[in-house]
């Protein structure tokens, strides 16, 4: 292997090759994750007979991050690809599949804290490329600011339609109950 340049990696065949491995075993793994959770929904939504929840459109946002992600693990599979090319399918996918789930996140009811769903998903999505992807400290730590100005901004709309006379009631109702168990 020869030494690493700035971008990371040097640009010997055997450093693209490994590039190239890594990044389809990050795509692989990041959207078996998202398809597991895809499926896990919809098995959940037949088991409890509620069939309107495959017409939320945070049901087809979640596929579409699931396959973004597939995608570049199968597109870096087979084939000998150029560095240029697999840094633009994982900027792609990563770009598809962050802007996917937080449009997810964005349709889902602010009662089932999509806030923390996000911060999960975003999370795993971010570890995985720190684990799998080789590249710089730098731009690992710019995409992950990145990633979370699109966590605070998706929660602070997402809170934006929060139904506060609802929560205040649920609010009040706890603290009846705290204090009722206090006596």
């Not at 793994?29 to 098995?43: D, E, N, P, T």
């Not at 995608?71 to 599979?77: A, K, N, P, V």
């Not at 990563?94 to 937080?102: D, H, M, R």
Request: proline share 2%; aromatic share 14%; hydrophobic share 50%.
């Amino acid at each position: 292997m020869s030494l690493p340049t700035a971008r990371g990696l040097s640009e010997s065949e055997e450093d693209r090759a490994f590039l190239q491995r890594r990044v389809a075993l990050f795509g692989l793994i990041v959207g078996s994750g998202y398809l597991f959770f895809w499926l896990y929904r919809g098995a959940a939504m037949l088991i409890d007979e509620y069939f309107v929840g495959f017409r939320e459109q945070a049901f087809w946002w979640h596929l579409l991050a699931a396959g973004a992600f597939l995608t570049l693990g199968l597109s870096c599979q087979r084939t000998v690809h150029s560095v240029r090319y697999i840094r633009m399918g994982e900027l792609s996918a990563l770009s598809v599949g962050v802007f996917a789930t937080g449009a997810m996140a964005m349709h889902i009811p602010f009662e089932h804290r999509p806030d923390y769903i996000l911060l999960l998903a975003l999370t795993n999505v971010v570890i995985g490329r720190a684990i799998f992807v080789p590249s710089s400290g730098r731009w690992t730590f710019t995409l992950g600011c990145i990633i979370g100005v699109l966590l605070v901004g998706s929660v602070y709309l997402d809170a934006l339609r929060m139904d506060m006379e609802k929560w205040s009631a649920a609010d009040s109702t706890f603290k009846r109950l705290v204090s009722s168990r206090r006596k």
